[in-house]
């Protein structure tokens, strides 16, 4: 029996396969070959200068997207059901901690199954009205999300800044903003659609977002205006709550601790416990999942902002990842708060007791959402 005859092992079957790709290459096939007729004329030319991915990379696409999707979605909506469902935990500075769940369970349920789909047929398949919507979408969550994350910030300066000469926030305060969030966010992301810049196929076909890559002014006066009104400003807003948040808790702690000083004694807390106001907890809270929002955007906005300004190379693969990045942020927020969040995690202990560890009972007297007692609040002990 002749050699050639023989099957090949498994691995050996997968190089020769691979091969053939390398030898398309050598054929002048690009990234932009699968593309859909009707999709051509949302494709830069810059893509017809790239070979066609590794299949590879799309089935780990569609297997990461998937895997986040199920986190994001189960996670984001516990928190929605828990937050409205539990009596302690309905409360103003809370409706916004909800509208920021409600925004980042939608951007993984409406932005993944598409992207799965995809990244099985390796090509956006859904015609370009689909792709222009999905593109929308996708930037009105992100920009929901961190202009929630904004007011979540300037809630806490509110309350922990000014104290007990601090105008509460209401219901009506609280649903104000969340509306005014969802306008702001949706008149940017609608601008696209008619006529100010497009959405166009991500690097690899399989996803949608801005056109970073036209050489248009208005197309680029977009982006950087965008980019400044989603990014920059949001974030310069949180910087200075964040600042004053922190000079005030140093200034208190440094009078509680000059005051036990003069009393004699080792502190004027009644328990470890209450070592730091639930105020301040919150706080916390809400910087660490500000921060890891500003991590997962910040890579999807150097992208953008060298397609502009032509600073650097861009390959499909490094934009498809960028996107993934991004909408990976949607599965951080329900971790932190089940990790952080005492009142939180006792109501998924009682609803779910396989899903959560149970709080210890200081835990779970104490509300990090409650806007009753901040950290400028605390009077020492006579």
Known sequence: MAITSMDPAPGVAAMQ?????????????????????????????????????????????????????????????????????????????NM??????????????????????????????????????????????????????????FDRYNVIVKGIAAKPLTVNGAL???????????????????????????????????????????????????????????????VYSYFFIVQAVAAHEKAMREQAKKMNVASLRSSEQANTSAECKLAKVALMTISLWFMAWTPYLVINFAGVFETAPISPLSTIWGSVFAKANAVYNPIVYGISHPKYRAALYQRFPSLACQPSPSEETGSVASAATA????????
């Not at 030319?45 to 696409?61: E, I, K, R």
């Not at 909800?98 to 598409?114: E, K």
């Not at 995809?118 to 929901?144: D, E, I, K, M, R």
């Open 17 to 93: 396969a691979w091969g053939g790709h390398a030898e398309a290459y050598s054929a002048n096939q690009t990234v932009v070959d699968k593309v859909l007729p009707e999709m051509l004329h949302l494709i830069d030319a810059h893509w017809y200068q790239f070979p066609p991915m590794n299949p590879l990379w799309y089935g780990l696409l569609g297997f990461t997207i998937c895997t986040l999707a199920f986190i994001s979605v189960t996670g984001n909506g516990m928190v929605i059901y828990i937050f409205t469902t539990t009596k302690s935990l309905k409360t103003p500075s």
């Open 176 to 238: 104000l903003q969340i509306f005014g969030v969802w306008a702001f966010s949706l008149a940017w992301t609608l601008a696209p659609i008619f006529g100010w810049s497009r959405y166009v196929p991500e690097g690899n076909m399989t996803a949608c977002g801005t056109d970073y890559l036209s050489k248009d002014l208005l197309s680029q006066i977009y982006i950087i205006t965008y980019s400044i009104a989603c990014y920059f400003l949001p974030l310069a807003l949180i």
């Open 375 to 382: 950290c400028t609040e605390e009077k020492p002990s006579a």
């Open 96 to 153: 916004l901690v909800v509208n920021l769940a409600f925004s980042d369970f939608l951007m993984m349920a409406m932005m993944a199954p598409p992207l799965c789909i995809n990244s099985y047929y390796q090509t956006w398949v859904f015609g370009p009205v689909a792709c222009q919507f999905y593109a929308c979408f996708g930037s009105l969550f992100g920009c929901v999300s961190i202009w929630t994350m904004t007011a979540i910030a």
